[in-house]
């Protein structure tokens, strides 16, 4: 008898479960289930579709339909998954004609996602508030650009910037507020936010910080908001307030939640329940600096997570060695991302890292060679270990893969000094003598020997 | 008194010697000397001012006289080094004028760098047959193109394949003649090399592999060059047959040379003498793979040991962790960049290491977002450890930020696993979910396994 596999929910995370699953086992029955029209397509390309950057929201659907015969996987669109009853290894689903169906299952997966979390502001459920997850709702937020002048984005996360980008670049005129003191609070220290909020201020975007919306204005329709006291007009507000896992259906079936409330999964995405993986959005990681539980919702741990609870779902043998939090994006001209602990997040109470930092602002290409480009990079280090913990680069060109390079140093446990004296490679039109990660990384060592 | 550094040589690791050596002891007579009538400029630079990419020469020279004054920095063009008496402790130098004189040192650093190694070819001296190393050399062949129709470039390592691209920028009908079998034969596999010459082919430049030049050709002017009896017609033979040590006044003052005939020093730069140090291309450097001695001279190389070497000399403490010549260049719109070592030299006899290989072919941009070009990235294992030990990469673009990752997983002894499952970062517009350098990485460990 084959094996059969099911996987609940059909994305980042999903496919690429089906993907390493039908490597693995070249016999079994690989079964995806999404409650959504559209299978396998790239959220974070959402935005970018909406800046005009993308032609077309059908251009994010990752997989042809070609692509599911030729890896033999069973995908079933529009079905929900109602229930899991462990014990029987078997799955209720209802599909778009509302026919229920038991479906039985020798391994299944969790890649069930997340939804956008919506804070609880009066008037939030007004006509033009709101969010961004799906295609859907990317349509919805298309049509809506065409009529809108003026937009507000509440939250400067990744998702909040590059919809006010977006908005930007089709001329409506934007706001940008965020509660926490600063842009990509989660991401960046004050000092490299304040960098970004000076670039996107640059474009004509306003960016409020340290306020929260008190209340979304308007008769039915949206208005406007309320910051501290002042109006501000809006035809168009977008909450990009984050993401919760979507977790229901496991909490249902008795499945171990962790202290993230997301879905509690081991090195090999195992859950709490035999023969039951989980990966992606909806499950709890671990933080490789600090080995604690963490929640990473980023695209690049989904397909990660994903590949090794197929593995695993199929009889193999993979893991998955936590989370950094690596981030990138670019808007209004310019890359920020960046990977591990911020130097406020590695100090605060529950981490408790004493830490040391450098900074340097360089440009890409060498003085002489035109077109080069600045920018800026901050390296964080435990003082003791002289480990390098984080790393954050803000500017025009090459953040990417300096993220990766700080990213596998933190996960290879490299000193400030083995950072600081990388033999980096240089050629004028990419790259100059002194790579400013190099020199970043020294000048947070020279401040612990000094 | 303040300590006398003397450095020989005002290039690369010269001006990084010095500078390191002033922030590090600030009361310091610090004076440079050099034979060229340019300091401190850019020798790699010089083939993209030829291209036309750089506008002057003189864009290369990177400090202004202002930075020697702010510095205190005794800078004397024009003027050479005759010999060296390490006993006294002084150098008798000769200026522009003919006039020599005894300068005393505290601190000697000799950063002499190397000169174009020129073959035993029957016609070299002819008219039009020039190599790039100086400025002046640079603003003959400057000259020389501005006639020319037709050029030979004898060699296909970094600067001969930069000059036939230059060339051909400037419409001269371009043939590259390399004696050993592929292109950057030092650098990159065959299959690899076979890509770059590909690319290449496709700007109409001729390139022959595995054959020499046997004789140049003309009567005082160059009219061609003879390889393998055919005769290819040239107004230019630009000879890059790599670069010699100029290592001969270190060599009188009896500093021991290493196995590689190049200065032998510590990992302080001190050479065998006491109090003098040496930095750059003159120098042997340790392969950090191998361990065995090699020769870098690349500018990476020149500035980082320059600075090892001006601390030390300075009375400070610094060491130099060796290298994996890590080297990337951008030609006809294309990236190519290697760190570590290639799997024909991993297997050579001398290193005798088992190997195995991961190479793919991706697009550095997810598949729906315009614009993203394709590389192909090659990850070099040794089979029992499964530690990296080298990764060459062909592409449009994010070469030289890739080469630098994999620079230092292979500084950490990152496993092919680690390397695979790095906690790399992604967004539509910069990079994709996988990691063409993880997936290739990846791809090698699967082939231990399996």
Redesign the interface.
């Given at each position: 008898m084959p094996r059969k596999i099911l996987i609940i929910g059909a994305n980042?995370a999903g496919i690429n479960a089906a993907s390493a699953a039908r490597k693995t086992d070249r016999e079994a029955e690989i079964t995806l289930i999404t409650d959504e029209e559209y299978p396998a397509y790239?959220r974070?390309?959402l935005p970018?579709v909406l800046a005009g950057?993308?032609p077309s929201f059908e251009?994010?659907i990752?997989f042809p339909t070609s692509y599911y015969r030729m890896m033999r996987l069973d995908l079933r669109t529009d079905t929900k998954a109602k229930t899991i009853n462990p014990r029987g290894k078997t799955v209720l689903v209802e599909g778009k004609d509302e026919k229920q169906k038991t479906m039985e299952y020798d391994s299944l997966i969790l890649t069930t996602g997340a939804e956008s979390f919506c804070p609880p502001i009066k008037g939030r459920d007004k006509d033009g508030v709101l969010s961004l997850r799906t295609i859907e709702e990317g349509k919805h937020i298309h049509d809506a650009m065409k009529r809108a002048k003026k937009a507000v984005v509440v939250g400067a996360g990744?998702i909040g910037l590059e919809m006010a980008h977006a908005f930007a670049e089709k001329n409506i005129e934007t706001t940008i507020v965020e509660m926490l003191p600063c842009c990509l609070p989660a991401v960046l220290d004050e000092d490299m936010a304040d960098l970004v909020r000076r670039e996107i201020e640059r474009h004509n975007v306003r960016v409020i910080v340290g306020k929260g919306v008190d209340e979304i204005l308007g008769d039915g329709r949206v208005t406007g908001v309320f910051v501290a006291g002042e109006e501000i007009p809006a035809d168009i507000v977008l909450l990009a307030c984050g993401v919760r896992a979507r977790n229901e259906l496991a909490e249902k079936a008795g499945i171990e939640m962790g202290a993230t409330r997301a879905i509690k999964v081991s090195h090999r995405m195992e859950t709490s329940m035999p023969d039951i993986y989980a990966a992606g959005d909806c499950i709890e990681s671990t933080d490789?600096i600090t080995g604690r539980p963490t929640l990473s919702q980023?695209?690049?741990?989904a397909?990660?997570q994903g590949k090794v609870a197929g593995i695993n779902a199929a009889g193999g043998y993979s893991i998955?060695?936590?989370?950094?939090?690596?981030?990138?994006?670019?808007i209004f001209g310019f890359?920020v991302?960046a990977?591990g602990l911020t130097e406020s997040r590695a100090r605060a109470g529950r981490v408790g890292l004493k830490t040391v930092s450098g900074k340097i602002t360089a440009k890409t290409k060498?003085?002489?060679?035109?077109g080069g480009k600045e920018i800026t990079v901050k390296i964080v280090i435990e003082s003791e270990s002289e480990r390098i913990v984080g790393g954050q680069i803000v500017g025009g060109e090459?953040?990417?893969?300096?993220?990766?390079?700080i990213?596998?140093?933190i996960?290879?446990?490299?000193t400030v000094w083995?950072?600081g004296?990388?033999?980096?490679?240089?050629?004028?039109?990419?790259?100059d003598?002194?790579?400013p990660?190099a020199l970043a990384s020294e000048l947070a060592g020279l401040k612990i020997r000094r």
């Open positions: 980042a790239s974070c390309g970018f950057d993308i251009n994010l990752i990744f490789m980023l695209g690049t741990t397909v990660r998955f060695p936590g989370v950094l939090g690596s981030a990138v994006t670019r890359e991302g990977t060498p003085e002489y060679f035109p090459g953040v990417a893969q300096r993220i990766n390079m990213s596998l140093a996960q290879k446990g490299a083995d950072l004296k990388a033999d980096t490679c240089y050629a004028p039109p990419v790259a003598t002194w790579e990660v």
